[in-house]
């Protein structure tokens, strides 16, 4: 391959060239807590996932042609030996179990603005680093009947997005990386202004079909949330994210129902 010269890459052809395809993403890691500045972190789940996604170009009034993105995302939370999916969790003996409120954000979608990037030569990619500060009012801070759910009354954390950016042709590449620093989970139920934080680690590769995401996770669409194989070419539905989806449930949820909720269409 010769990359004796510059080479720019512009971030829409990848839309262009994957428009209206059904793409898959496997993606897995760990999940680690430290319940008080005290305590040491420890890890506490592995997570697998998945993204079913969409992709199209679209024509944009500002910039001519955009990106736009549907997807389906699934994570499950599970035992960090067995890597067995668990429903319920228990923070310590005090406490009772609490049902398990997986990722399940049936709907996650939003434009890309054009981009391009350029490859210097002598390299046959470039890594990108993108770190997002997370700081708003907490969703359930208003409400006195979450209050033993919500860490406060505002939401602090960090996303950290790894990815690379090749030349064409270029194999091997490392695989992208997302982590999160948050406050511990809703569904965790620690009590208000509780101190324990989290921080996921996890490594995200496309992989070619359904078929080669992890096999538990197939197994749990396939008989749970068959909606999550595939991805609609539109919606008109807003975004779903961990918060709302554990508002949505919260009845299913104090009734220690299993998650995710069957969803069928």
Not at 30 to 52: C, D, P, Y
Not at 192 to 199: E, G, K, T, V
Request: charged share 20%; proline share 9%; net charge negative.
């Amino acid at each position: 391959m010769n990359n004796s010269e510059d080479y720019t890459v512009n971030n829409l052809d990848f839309y262009r060239n994957n428009h209206g395809q059904q793409l898959y993403y496997r993606w897995e890691g760990e999940v680690f807590w430290q319940e008080t500045s005290k305590h040491q972190r420890e890890k506490l789940f592995s997570i697998i996932g998945m993204n079913a996604t969409k992709v199209f170009i679209r024509p944009d009034p500002e910039f001519g042609q955009v990106g736009y993105r549907i997807n389906r995302e699934l994570g499950l939370f599970c035992d960090p030996h067995t890597q067995e999916i668990l429903h319920t969790w228990q923070p310590d003996s005090t406490r009772p179990a609490v049902a398990i409120v997986h990722i399940a954000n049936r709907i996650v979608q939003g434009a890309v603005r054009p981009k391009t990037t350029v490859i210097p030569q002598g390299q046959d990619y470039v890594t990108s680093v993108v770190e997002i500060p997370l700081t708003y009012p907490h969703p359930l801070a208003a409400d006195p009947q979450y209050r033993d759910y919500c860490p406060g009354e505002t939401f602090n954390g960090t996303e950290y997005f790894t990815s690379h950016i090749a030349r064409p042709g270029v194999k091997n590449l490392p695989p992208a990386t997302w982590a999160r620093d948050c406050p511990w989970l809703p569904w965790m139920k620690l009590g208000y202004a509780h101190p324990a934080r989290l921080r996921f680690e996890t490594t995200t590769t496309r992989v070619e079909s359904f078929e080669q995401l992890h096999p538990n996770l197939i197994k749990l669409i396939r008989a749970q949330v068959p909606i999550y194989e595939f991805t609609p070419d539109q919606s008109n539905e807003a975004n779903m994210t961990s918060t709302l989806y554990f508002k949505q449930h919260f009845d299913a949820y104090l009734k220690g129902e299993r998650f995710p909720i069957p969803e069928w269409v």
